[in-house]
């Protein structure tokens, strides 16, 4: 029967042999005898052990799982449960860092499209990426709510023409315009906007954000901390994001 030195198994299974004295002081994996110099001597069992090993730890399980399904006596009983959670340890994993890469490529997006960039500016865009899902509740909110209040009025204006009925029309306006005070208010408590300049963010006043240009993502504002009057970024109310 053959027999492995230390350094002979470690190249068969693409180790160091650091490794291989490793695992032999956490008992995971004992050489079958010793030489008469104390070098350490594997046999066939042990190379295949040893394989084993290292296919599972490159699947990732850890030392402590290993030697525990290497010392069951029945190892089927445990091998499906621990591959069952390294499993979900390494979804979980995959799921964690697409959402970190998902946040650098809107970084770069962001930072590409800024005119003036600025160390503060990283700051803003965290800020406004912190919010982002939140903020598309918000508006997700408004469009659900709303397209019940466009049927009734295109119904309504239907049978105006149609029968010459207006009281629906009548009917439709009144809620329309309550509707549109709520979700207005609403909307406005539940948004902030962050100032280009100087990197505050303020609420403005209901008459200058409802009448102000805007773009889907920024309003054009006068900051009351500097005065800065342009296009400022909305982002989610602060109390809103905690």
């Not at 995971?28 to 350490?40: C, F, T």
């Not at 809107?106 to 865009?125: A, H, P, R």
């Not at 899902?133 to 149609?162: C, D, E, F, N």
């Not at 200058?208 to 109310?237: D, Q, Y």
């Amino acid at each position: 029967m053959s027999k492995y030195t230390t350094g002979e198994i470690a190249a068969l299974c693409g180790v160091t042999v650091r490794t291989v004295q490793y695992y032999d002081t956490r008992g995971i994996l004992v050489p079958a005898e010793l030489s008469e110099g104390g070098r350490r001597l594997y046999s066939e069992d042990d190379l295949r052990k040893m394989k084993v090993i290292c296919f599972l730890r490159g699947l990732g399980l850890p030392l402590d799982a290993i030697s525990q399904l290497l010392s069951e006596e029945h190892p089927e009983n445990v091998v499906t449960l621990l591959l069952g959670q390294q499993e979900k340890l390494l979804r979980d994993e995959i799921s964690e860092r697409r959402e970190k890469l998902k946040k650098l490529e809107e970084l770069q997006s962001e930072i590409k499209g800024m005119e003036n960039f600025s160390v503060e500016s990283i700051g803003d865009i965290a800020y406004t990426m912190n919010g982002k899902k939140k903020l598309r509740k918000i508006h997700l909110i408004m469009l659900l709510t709303g397209i019940p209040v466009s049927l009734l009025q295109l119904g309504s204006i239907a049978l105006w023409i149609l029968t010459g009925q207006w009281w629906l029309f009548a009917v439709w306006t009144a809620v329309a315009v309550t509707y549109g005070i709520l979700i207005s208010r609403w909307y406005l408590k539940s948004v902030a906007y962050l100032c280009p300049k100087c990197h505050k963010v303020f609420q403005p006043g209901a008459k200058e954000a409802f009448f102000a240009n805007h773009t889907p993502s920024a309003r054009k504002l006068t900051c009351p901390s500097c005065g800065h009057k342009g296009f400022c970024v909305e982002v989610i109310k602060e109390d809103e994001g905690k």
